[in-house]
């Protein structure tokens, strides 16, 4: 048992009797305070919740069952409390709040909308506007439930209506004006990697030190393991059916991880997939790739650059994502494997893959 | 490996049953979309039928350990210990 005592070098000898009682008493101190107790083994402690429309699975590294589920509780309240604000398909959340309003007034919004709408305008403006959260009034024509598409002349309509730069933020007074009447916001390709953050934040400041939030595919980690190594992360093959099938696996040190792939939504229709990474500029699915993952220090970023690299495509989006400074692996439309140069000996490729020739 | 000794069902997020894998059995499970049917059989679990469109969890099959979901019906199906590693290859998926 260690005393935990630091012992200065001291001019004084200290009985080994006194040193003994002292080191004891420390001990029951330790004991006694709650969620300090360094008798536990460290172990992972794992929770799943479905919120966002999606399972969301929380992995603590801690001493203790009781301050593993304290803190995993309070980042499940912390996401809840954010899909109250990005809820599309709430009438009450703000985004809805945001839609209602559009051509009429500006709104008033909360700090964690302006940091989203602001990282959002941030990125279509580094991918020139391949993403684009105006895409919003495309993307409510696809019903994917019943694998109905819309007509060519409804899509037509609603072009005008996708725009980014229609969207205007005010940063000093927090608020958010869609310029014109039927401008619809979808925060879909954003908002998990940013519930990712918030939830690791609020880990944090929980006293975790090690930690994995998997908001979906939106995956951030923080710290190493208890057997002192890195999360591992499984990229899945876009392609296989039903059980989980692996293409690749990292390890993620305090980075985060997105993926945007082709088979998330989709119906197919006479042989052709439409899912729901919509084009701005058409109104259709891109089909260049079948996905895209992004490695990033903030999930935010992950999240939305996954979602615009997949509408750019397969070689001006790996050039893209290394000039952000990013990681990032695409799966073409033939199954091929793009990679950007840092990445490549980061990732253990499994054997049916291969490289795109010149990656 | 050590195994997995309990099996919880939660429906939105609420804990209905905490079953041992030790039992053969199945369990009708009411979400709000209608019955999901889980079966434990010979330390494995899976769902064998469930009221969503494209049956995703019917999908997944049979499951020693980790969690299976009924995304439509809220069921979340957690399988194993809390805390014991689990012999798993990678720790979280990105899709």
């Known amino acids: 048992m260690k005393s935990g005592i630091q012992h200065a070098k001291s001019k004084f000898q200290i009985p080994n009797s006194t040193k003994r009682m002292v080191s004891t008493l420390c001990c029951f101190v330790l004991l006694a305070l709650p969620g300090s107790c360094t008798h536990g083994k460290e172990k992972i402690y ?52 945001i ?62 209506l996708v725009n980014y730069k229609a969207v205007h933020i005010d940063r000093k007074d927090a608020g958010v004006f869609l310029e014109k009447a039927g401008m619809l916001i979808d925060l879909g ?30 995956i951030r980690a923080f710290g190493l393991k208890p057997d002192g190594k890195p999360w591992k992360i499984g990229i899945k093959n876009p392609r296989a059916e039903g059980k989980d099938d692996i293409l690749a696996t990292l390890d993620l040190k305090d980075m985060a991880i997105s993926t945007s792939g082709d088979y998330e939504r989709f119906f197919i229709i006479e042989g052709e997939r439409y899912h729901h990474l919509l084009s701005p500029a058409t109104g259709y699915p891109v089909r260049t790739c079948q996905s895209v993952s992004i490695i990033a220090g903030e999930g935010v970023l992950a999240d939305a650059f996954a979602t615009g690299v997949f509408i750019i495509g397969p070689e001006k989006g790996i050039t893209l994502i290394e000039k952000m400074g990013f990681d990032g692996l695409i799966i ?15 990732i253990e490729l499994e054997k049916n893959f291969t490289r795109h020739n010149g990656s | 490996m050590p195994k997995a000794r309990n099996v919880l069902i939660e429906v939105d997020g609420h ?6 894998m030790g039992r053969d059995g199945i369990v009708e499970v009411e979400g709000p979309r209608g019955k999901t049917i889980v079966e ?39 399988i194993g210990n809390d805390g014991d590693d689990v012999d798993t290859v990678v720790d979280a998926i990105t899709r």
Not at chain 1, 133 to 150: E, M, N, Q, R, W
Request: charged content about 25%.
């Open chain 2, 15 to 20: 804990p209905l049953y905490v079953l041992p």
């Open chain 1, 189 to 218: 390709g954003i908002v998990k990697g940013y519930a990712a953050d918030r939830a690791v934040e609020t880990l944090k400041r929980e006293g975790i030190l090690s930690g994995l939030v998997a908001v979906a595919g939106d």
């Open chain 1, 46 to 97: 794992k929770k799943s919740r479905i919120m966002m429309d999606t399972v969301i699975t929380i992995s603590v590294v801690s001493h203790s069952e009781d301050h593993a589920e304290r803190a995993i509780n309070s980042a499940f309240s912390e996401i809840k409390r954010l899909e109250a604000l990005f809820d599309f398909y709430s009438p009450d959340s703000e985004v809805s709040r």
């Open chain 1, 99 to 160: 839609n209602k309003h559009a051509g009429i007034s500006r709104v008033k919004v909360s700090q964690d909308m302006l940091a989203v709408m602001v990282k959002a305008s941030f990125v279509s403006d580094k991918t020139g506007g391949a993403f684009d959260v105006t895409a919003g009034s495309l993307l409510v024509l696809y019903d994917f439930s019943h694998g109905i598409k819309p007509r060519p002349y409804a899509i037509e309509k609603r072009l005008p």
């Open chain 1, 332 to 346: 073409d439309r033939e199954g091929a494997v793009h990679v950007t140069s840092n990445i490549r000996e980061k």
């Open chain 2, 40 to 78: 434990l059989k010979q330390e494995k679990v899976r769902v064998k039928d469930s009221p969503c469109p494209a049956k995703q969890c019917v999908k997944q099959g049979w499951a020693e350990h980790g969690v299976i979901v009924c995304l439509p019906n809220k069921v979340v199906i957690t």
